[in-house]
């Protein structure tokens, strides 16, 4: 990426004790041009600078969102971050554990296929379901979104696939209703 030099001697100012620093590195005859996030601090010994983040090759938009989002600008995603002042709260570590972790990512990306295609409206309209507590539509989903993600039997499906994601939270059908003579 193509990078823009400075009127500030490589180096912008974001605020108090921490700026970008353009460094510049000789390899194979050519200068490349590199940013890094640096802070300033004192010691007993007087200044010294150390680098927080190493930022690569940026572009103008790169350094300026870097800058506002130091300087505490709102840009982007700003419905996360709408709370201003930090809340610190003392956990205990050894007594931290992960219960009931499941896969989310391809699930939902599947989902979200599904609905991109229409393929959700298409089982909808063909698999019409007038007494069952689930849908035909939706267990079609179940399947499409398991096949995409682990081409298994029904079986597997029932029994590991669906509780192990997070497809019952997604789709709203409870684990215990998707069995392998449903499917």
Known sequence: ?????????????????????????????????????VESYRTARGPRQRQIAYLGEMDEAGRLGVQQAAQNHPGHQTSLLETTTAEWVEINVNA?????????????????????????QFFQAALVSAHAKISWAHLATVLVAARFCEPKSELHIAEHFYSQTALADLLGIPAHAIYDNRL
């Open 1 to 37: 990426m193509k990078t823009y030099p400075l009127d500030l001697g490589g180096a912008i100012f974001l605020y108090s004790g921490m700026f970008l620093r353009r460094i510049c590195r000789k390899k194979d005859g050519k200068s490349h041009y590199y940013w890094v996030l």
């Open 96 to 120: 931290v554990r992960t219960e009931r972790s499941r896969r989310f990512g391809d699930v939902w990306l599947a989902l979200e296929l599904i609905k991109k295609l229409q393929l959700d």
